[in-house]
């Protein structure tokens, strides 16, 4: 988890909206050079991005990285999938959490860490639709509440 002196590159706020986050891993991810100079002028996309188990490795498919504007030919592949370093025990443990039914690895935010890049990595459960209405409708209570309660604060 990123702490305050970690620099933000990224978020994925629409994950946060569309499943329930179960369990939360920090990840190390292998880029090319010119990959890390486009996170550090925050060109990153989340969008549509998930992360998979193959060969016992972990995965991460669909982030768009949009390819340097300094770059040469060497410039990368923007849709390329991306390895994830975990811990092989984490690994293991993933492996047979995303065999349950409805369970999926889905990046929540990139972040820079003692100079390296980090992916926080989150398990999680897809939301239906009425779940959706009903978080929506919870969050605007509390907020209808909180506004109720400053402005009750304000006149005394």
């Known amino acids: 988890m990123p702490k305050s002196e970690d620099k933000a590159i990224a978020q994925n706020r629409k994950a946060r909206h569309n499943y329930e986050l179960l369990e939360k891993y920090e990840t190390g991810i292998v880029l090319a ?3 890390v100079k486009s996170l550090r002028d925050g060109r990153v996309n989340f969008k549509d991005s998930y992360a998979a188990l ?3 490795e972990v995965w991460l498919h669909g982030m768009h990285i949009s390819p340097y ?3 040469n030919i060497n410039n990368h592949n923007p849709e390329r999938d991306r390895k994830l370093l975990l811990h092989r025990n984490e ?3 993933l492996i047979g959490k995303t065999k349950e039914t409805g369970l999926t690895l ?3 935010q990139l ?3 003692n100079g390296k890049v980090k992916v926080e990595l989150a398990l999680a459960k897809g939301k239906k639709e009425y779940d959706k209405r ?3 409708a919870k969050r605007e209570a509390d907020r209808e509440t909180k506004r ?3 402005a009750r604060r304000a006149r005394q």
């Open 33 to 35: 050079g010119t990959e």
């Open 54 to 56: 193959r060969n016992d």
């Open 69 to 71: 504007s300094h770059g």
């Open 91 to 93: 690994i293991r443990r």
């Open 106 to 108: 889905v990046p929540l």
């Open 111 to 113: 972040y820079f860490k």
């Open 134 to 136: 009903e978080a929506i």
């Open 148 to 150: 109720l309660f400053n």
